[in-house]
């Protein structure tokens, strides 16, 4: 009796979801003449054609072929889970993971993430890129980063998320502003006052956003893309500023104190996600990193303390 091997079944979905020997080869890693006679063998052992090959046009499953299409699909689930489950040792776990983050989000996340890491997988070396959304989603499309943090606004279908937390915006003010004084503040509270902007995508949209939902045009009188910049702005009393990503201290990087509070009356959630690539298969690495963070989730003191 001959025994097909996971190998044969991966190249058969790989062929079937790619819609040609040649995508399906680039997928996986091998060359096409690999796969090719896999799937002849894979047919012999079956006693049935599995591919219709149409050359130019590619392949199509036969109707043999669906009718293991799923039973093969869990087949292959159930035998990368082994594969993870018996990996998944601090022992076993090394290599490189390159971690990407959006640039608000990586010195509030990012250093207890690696800590917690590190701790459970001490032979793994964490390799941090930080950029804009834009940037990091261009680099998970070209493989140079593994995972990314990054806010759940735009992305595109490609892109694989899981969900960590929800934010909300706050408003920064100078210590000694007259709305200190108040626990929420409204948007039109502020329209009028001079804003300082954090301008780097997605968060200027996000917050000009805010306004226009609500019909209202903010009064813009500074821009920059750093985060402390902004905040140091405000330290210094040159206006207001709208942030979601929130360091544990209410002081500017010079000294300065700066008031929190909430905003009032809008619709400022914005979700942050850990984001790959949607039809990459997930080394077991990536999936530690994935289950590290996910327990820093449950545990949002530590890892989501600026929220608050």
Do not use: W
Not at 92 to 113: D, K, M, W
């Amino acid at each position: 009796m001959h025994l097909f091997t996971l190998r044969q079944l991966e190249y058969l979905i790989a062929c079937i979801d790619h819609g040609s020997i040649a995508a399906a080869a680039e997928a996986v890693s091998v060359s096409q003449p690999t796969i090719s006679i896999a799937i002849t063998k894979l047919e012999k052992q079956f006693g049935s054609q599995l591919l219709l090959r149409q050359h130019a046009q590619g392949v199509l499953p036969t109707s043999s072929a669906k009718k293991i299409l799923g039973d093969v699909r869990v087949l292959l689930n159930y035998a990368d889970e082994l594969q993870s489950n018996a990996l998944m040792t601090s022992e076993a776990i090394e290599g490189t993971v390159r971690l990407g983050s959006f640039i608000t989000l990586a010195p509030i996340i990012l250093p207890t993430l690696v800590k917690r890491l590190k701790e459970e997988f001490p032979n793994v070396y964490v390799k941090i890129t930080e950029g804009t959304q834009e940037n990091l989603i261009h680099e998970l499309k070209n493989h140079k980063i593994d995972l990314a943090l990054l806010y759940d606004i735009d992305l595109p279908n490609e892109i694989d998320t899981v969900s960590l937390s929800e934010s909300s915006a706050y408003v920064a003010l100078p210590k000694d502003h007259i709305l200190r004084e108040k626990t929420e503040i409204s948007l039109n509270e502020l329209v009028n006052l001079p804003l300082i902007l954090l301008d780097v995508a997605p968060s200027r949209t996000f917050f000009l956003g805010l306004f226009e939902e609500q019909g209202l045009k903010p009064k813009i009188a500074h821009t920059s893309p750093s985060l402390e910049l902004v905040r140091g702005m405000v330290g210094c009393g040159l206006g207001y500023s709208l942030l979601v990503t929130r360091p544990s201290g209410d002081t500017t990087y010079d000294g300065a104190k700066i008031s929190i509070r909430p905003l009032k009356g809008a619709n400022s959630k914005s979700k942050i996600v850990l984001s790959g690539l949607a039809n990459l298969k997930k080394t077991p690495l990536v999936k530690c990193v994935e289950k590290i963070a996910l327990t820093l989730q449950d545990n949002q003191n530590d890892l989501f303390k600026f929220q608050k």
